[in-house]
């Protein structure tokens, strides 16, 4: 499972290197891409079945960190995600995985399903063309949370995410309104929100 779960990492961070050298990436969910998320998601989802969270004891801190980014990555099994996340809280308390993966997962959910996220990990445009958090519940708290968790600053992540993108050659949209309703469209297409 070790090698099963880092091959399928490997394939995913190839291809979205490649995405990004073609500048295909930030054009929309790439198809090949969307496809390679929807194999590794239900690998992913059988391997949970028969063994649980794949932790660090039972794969290795690697390999943990590749299910965990593969789960990241599975946008397109709402079910999968909603059913690993309290499988992930599990393994956290047990210290089977770090607390940051299910930081992101949290908000990665939670932003799709339209909510507001707890710890700033989701990112996306904003009304002055930067990469900005998406709302976040109780911002004046999002350091202390961050913190505690042992994250990054949030102005940190920030910069680290602004200037990935600009490396990457992304762009903001040029019609703001109409990419947001279009990923909120996207969204309750996957049953991600109603």
Do not use: F
């Amino acid at each position: 499972m070790k090698d099963e779960l880092l091959a399928m990492q490997a394939a995913d961070l190839l291809l979205r290197t490649r995405l990004v050298e073609q500048g295909k990436l930030h054009s929309g969910y790439n198809e090949e891409m969307a496809t390679l998320h929807r194999r590794n998601a239900a690998r992913l989802g059988e391997l949970i079945e028969e063994h649980g969270w794949p932790g660090r004891s039972l794969v290795g801190e690697e390999a943990c960190a590749a299910a965990w980014l593969i789960l990241q990555h599975s946008l397109l099994d709402p079910a999968l995600m909603r059913r690993a996340q309290p499988l992930l809280e599990v393994a956290v308390r047990n210290g089977e995985a770090p607390s940051s993966q299910l930081a992101y997962l949290t908000d990665r959910i939670r932003t799709l399903q339209g909510e507001m996220q707890l710890y700033g990990t989701q990112h996306d445009w904003d009304a002055s063309g930067q990469m900005s958090p998406l709302p976040i519940e109780d911002a004046t708290g999002v350091e202390a949370r961050r913190c505690a968790l042992g994250m990054e600053t949030q102005v940190a992540h920030t910069a680290r995410l602004r200037a990935q993108v600009a490396r990457e050659g992304a762009t903001p949209p040029a019609d703001l309104a109409a990419y947001r309703h279009e990923a909120a469209e996207w969204a309750r297409s996957l049953g991600w929100r109603k």
